[in-house]
């Protein structure tokens, strides 16, 4: 295996998703594929930089409140992130608008999470939404960042069932459980070197494929 890859996480919140990442690459795991050398926060008062220093990785806050445009404050966040030596950026959570200098600057080395399957429902309020489409199915995608929001070559799903009852909260905590799955699985693809990005698309090499098909409601036994 080679040298680990160096990894920024960039969030604005809660950062559950940021746990997972770090109980699957944190500093206590042993032979770790991944390494993360920052944990960036918009947000003074985001709880998941509490998570970070936990366990004991390097925080910085980078306020947009304090810069007068969203270049600025990118062009900031990027001396940030590259002053670490960090070669990929991981957005969890990250609720800013990322400006096309950005975007460019980390093309195909920044990736994100996002609570719906994509190309459907991008953009906020997914579960509610997913809830008004009446979908059975919903779930999340971890994709390569593009300049259109939400857009970009996918590396993984997760689908989970919209059951009989759902609210907007049962339904994300049913996303949000698959989400801290699929995001370690994808970060760990790309870090053992197995995503590349051809004409857009992700080709990844060496992964099991899901057997079968999801039915919900389930097939009679
Ligand atoms: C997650 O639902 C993620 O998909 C979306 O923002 C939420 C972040 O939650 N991009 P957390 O901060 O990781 O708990």
């Known amino acids: 295996m080679g040298a680990p890859l160096k990894v920024a996480v960039l969030i604005s919140g809660r950062g559950s998703n940021l746990q997972a ?7 206590k795991v042993q032979d770790s ?8 926060s918009n947000r003074p008062e985001a709880p998941g930089l509490e998570r970070a220093a936990q366990a004991g990785l390097k925080t910085e806050i980078v306020d947009h409140k304090t810069f007068a445009s969203r270049e600025d404050f990118d062009v900031a966040m990027d001396r940030e992130i590259r002053a670490t030596g960090a ?11 990322l400006t096309p200098q ?19 429902f991008p953009g906020l309020d997914t579960h509610k939404r997913a809830l008004e489409a009446g979908v059975r199915l919903h ?11 939400d ?10 069932p919209v059951l009989p009852g759902d609210d907007e909260s049962t339904l994300a905590a049913r996303v949000l459980a698959a989400e801290h799955q699929l995001y370690p699985l994808a970060l760990r693809l790309v870090a053992e070197g197995r995503v590349r990005v051809e004409q857009d698309r992700v080709v990844i090499s ?9 039915f919900n409601p389930a097939l009679p036994r």
């Open 102 to 120: 950005f975007v460019a600057a980390w093309q195909d080395r920044m990736i994100n999470i996002h609570p719906a399957l994509l190309p459907a």
């Open 151 to 160: 857009t970009g070559p996918i590396i993984a799903q997760a689908a989970v």
């Open 33 to 40: 594929p991944v390494t993360i050398v920052l944990v960036l």
């Open 206 to 214: 060496d992964a099991p494929a899901m057997e079968g098909a999801l």
């Open 87 to 97: 070669e990929f950026v991981v957005l969890a959570g990250f609720m800013r608008l």
């Open 139 to 149: 779930g999340a995608t971890v994709h390569f960042v593009r300049h259109e929001t």
């Open 21 to 27: 990442l770090i109980d699957a690459f944190g500093p």
